[in-house]
């Protein structure tokens, strides 16, 4: 858990660089609600407190990364009381839970404050001169989402104000465009999810599945012709790499065979690229990963391995 939270502390760092420090605000008032929410819920259902252990911090910076950087400092808080009361501990504690707390936190947040939760944005704070150089117009002029405007206004729209070229890809993935708190750097993402690959707490199977779903899709179904979206842009758009390495990868609500995993994610890209082009809201991947959760056991059964036992009697 220490380790992950480790993980997730350069997107955090460089979310405060381009948000401003507001963004710390609500990273910390979701940490320290989280725990304290659980040191309480612990303490009320006679539960040994756990709050060392670091699970409900994770979901605290978890939570804050999937809303975005302007609500009201009210909104993390009780983002806090449903994930780890509601969605963790009344359905049995760390380990028991079929919902991602996290996410469930953000779906409740989402379903109560539509407004704060979809307008919130802000621009990003600084220009890089790396933009203008590769020419591709990024100018700061818009608080909306890239996949708010390129659904609600169209691909016209987007072009106009996010730009076009190797400069667009450039300040997507290094995070300079308007998103939730920890979700708008790639590149930050990336590496953490790396790192966490290179140390064995995560396989590769569920991430590359997914992203690689959303990429698929959208490259056949995302453009004004069949295959003629652009699936770089949808991956780098939104918060596709957040939920892909850190989200879908929860211990507790993912599936542990390999073959499960891998069904798990083409389901959560299946449905995340649907909700984006056929749902109300311009971002699906949080209710895809909720979707899939309740699956993942069932997967888990179905491609359980089969048991071979030795002949009896005979030579082994």
């Known amino acids: 858990m220490w380790t992950v939270l480790a993980c997730l502390m350069p997107p955090l760092i460089l979310s405060v660089f381009i948000f401003g420090i507001q963004t710390l605000i609500i990273t910390a008032v ?21 709050i060392r252990d670091g ?29 780890i009361y509601i969605g963790k501990h009344l359905l049995g504690g760390i380990g028991y839970n079929i919902f991602n707390p996290a996410l469930l936190g953000r779906a409740f947040l989402l379903a109560t404050f539509p407004v704060a ?8 704070l600084h220009d890089l001169a790396i933009f203008s150089y590769l020419g591709s117009g990024v100018d700061a002029v818009t608080a909306a989402t890239p996949l708010a405007v390129m659904k609600e ?38 590496l953490g999810g790396l790192y966490m690959l290179y140390r064995g707490y995560i ?9 690689g779903t959303i990429a698929l899709l959208s490259w056949i179904f995302g453009g004004e012709a069949l295959c003629s979206g652009d699936p770089l842009l949808a991956v780098l758009s ?65 491609f359980k391995p089969k048991r071979f036992a030795p002949p009896v009697g005979g030579d082994k």
């Open 117 to 124: 939760m979809t307008s919130a944005w802000l621009p990003p």
């Open 30 to 50: 979701s940490v320290i609600s989280c725990v304290l929410v659980e040191a309480v819920s612990q303490k009320a259902l006679g539960r040994p407190i756990t």
């Open 238 to 302: 939104g918060g596709a790499l957040l939920g892909a390495f850190y989200m879908a990868n929860d211990y507790v609500t993912s599936p542990t065979n390999k073959t499960s995993q891998l069904i798990y994610g083409v389901g959560i890209g299946a449905l995340t690229v649907l909700i984006r082009m056929k749902g109300g809201y311009p971002e699906g991947i949080c209710y895809a990963i909720l979707l899939m959760n309740p699956l993942s056991s069932v997967l888990d059964s179905f």
């Open 55 to 83: 699970s409900a911090a994770l979901t605290g910076v978890l939570i804050a990364f999937v809303i975005p950087p302007g609500v009201s400092y009210l909104l993390p808080v009780l983002g806090a009381v449903m994930a």
């Open 153 to 190: 206004q169209g691909m016209a729209a987007f072009t106009q104000a996010f730009g076009s070229g190797a400069g667009l890809y450039t300040s997507f993935f290094l995070g300079w465009r308007p998103g939730c708190i920890g979700e708008t750097s790639g590149c930050m993402i990336v």
């Open 203 to 211: 396989t590769w199977h569920i991430p590359v599945s997914v992203l």
